[in-house]
């Protein structure tokens, strides 16, 4: 997209934008994927992010009985003060409600609804906003159990929810081993990878393993293509196999496209231009194409990182600019492209989805972003499917480095919640 066409969006936009961010958050009840990612419930909320003791993970998760932290911010794009409070709740393997226990049962403190204290407004930017965070566990709260956990964060003058995010409590119990191949049952070194996977439960005695014990498995963090408890091939006197299971075949995908603008005054990778039309700053990204090739390029398996090299704090001084994506890409009729990642919760978003321009010949999109690191890919998804495929725009090559997270949930025959005793995170690595 030149800087020609970036101005004449621009002055399409500045009377609609809030109007547009506005329809996408009404639209997000309708349009989010599954539960287990976090949401944004309103236009006015950005840059929702968790981090596990200081760390960018995509899944986060803390060992119960040990000192490990989350801290959880956000920004209000408005300069005046919102009091917002969060809850904590408990949730099966499905990220379903629990429903068989309370909340003395899980947590920890003298409150179960908690003010956010910690806010900082912004410096020096162009975008107003305003810097809400807090840590959790922390002295007024914490949780007892392993298990799923959704933290509410609520408007506390209206009583709306405005973000809501995921997280895990883990009690290793139970011994993972797994593998990916490319040798898979479907193909043979071609689009799809899968894995293999053993659970070694003994130290449970569980009763009755086949219904005792769920295995999920995600791939980076795509909840859309997730294996949920998919059916053991078999079991043996030690442990729980999976090596033929067609649910854990899982396409490869291509390695995530990535962007980089960390300072206001020239683009960087993959930033074609770097400009101000008042009242935002532009980046307009390169132009590119569905990639039919791969190509082996290191990437962040999706994720985001906030930084302003020009800025002493992150936090509150890092600048949003409008960011222009274009794929050339043929016309379809039957499903959309979406601008899917880290960025955008992994979720389908409305306002990441892409939209065909006749004239320019180009599928366009636009997202109000924070200074900093981006990976994405542009996913296709049919009308009237929940999840979204790689093949149309980044292909699907076995050579492919994907991190995949297997999840062991336990439920013993009268428990009353799903407990998490097993998670392990790798990356498959092809030799490149």
């Known amino acids: 997209m030149t800087d020609r066409s970036a101005s004449g969006l621009l002055r399409s936009l500045r ?9 996408a958050a009404l639209l997000l009840p309708f349009c989010q994927g599954l539960a287990q990612t976090n949401h944004i419930r309103t236009d006015r909320i950005h840059s929702l992010r968790v981090l596990q003791d200081g760390q960018v993970v995509t899944h986060p998760c803390l060992e119960l009985g040990t000192g490990g932290h989350l801290s959880i911010s956000f920004d209000d794009l408005t300069k005046e003060y919102h009091r917002y409070i969060y809850r904590v709740e408990h949730c099966d393997f499905d990220w379903q409600p629990s429903t068989r226990i309370f909340d003395t049962d899980y947590l920890v403190g003298t409150q179960t609804e908690c003010p956010i204290d910690d806010y900082h407004e912004s410096l020096n930017t162009t975008v107003d906003y305003t810097h809400y965070w807090f840590d959790f566990p922390n002295s007024r709260i914490g949780v007892k159990l392993s298990g799923n956990y959704q933290i509410h964060i ?75 408890n998919p059916a053991p091939d078999y079991y043996t006197p030690s442990d729980i196999r999976w090596e033929h299971s067609q649910q854990l075949i899982f396409p490869a995908g291509n390695e995530f496209r990535k962007f980089e603008m960390t300072n206001l005054r020239t683009g960087l990778i993959g930033v074609e231009s770097i400009k101000w039309f008042a009242p935002y700053y532009h980046a307009t990204l390169f132009t590119t194409e569905p990639r039919h090739n791969y190509v082996y390029d290191q990437d962040q398996d999706g994720r985001y990182y906030i930084n302003s090299t020009e800025r002493t704090d992150d936090d509150y001084e890092a600048d949003y600019l409008l960011v222009h994506f274009s794929l050339q890409a043929p016309p379809q009729t039957n499903g959309h492209y979406y601008i899917y990642g880290g960025l955008s919760n992994w979720n389908y978003v409305p306002s990441y989805r892409l939209a065909y321009n006749a004239q320019s010949q180009l599928y366009e999109g636009t997202a109000l972003l924070k200074e900093g690191y981006y990976n994405y890919l542009y996913l296709f998804r049919p009308d009237g499917v929940a999840s979204g495929q790689t093949e149309p725009a980044e292909g699907n090559h076995y050579q492919a480095e994907n991190e995949y997270t297997l999840l062991v949930y336990y439920t013993p025959i009268g428990g009353r919640y799903d407990r998490l005793v097993g998670m392990k995170t790798f990356t498959f690595s092809p030799q490149h």
Do not use: K, M, W
């Not at 009377?15 to 329809?23: E, F, I, K, S, Y």
């Open 15 to 23: 009377p609609t934008l809030r109007v547009v961010l506005l329809l």
């Open 154 to 228: 609520i408007d506390d003058d209206s009583g709306d929810e405005v973000a809501s995010v995921c997280f895990r409590v883990v009690e290793p119990a139970v011994g993972i081993s797994a593998n990916v191949v490319t040798n898979t049952d479907i193909d043979f070194n071609s689009a799809h990878q899968q894995l293999r996977v053993a659970v070694s439960p003994q130290p449970l005695s569980p009763r009755d393993p086949q219904r005792e014990i769920r295995l999920v498995a995600i791939q980076n963090g795509r909840y859309d293509i997730a294996a949920v």
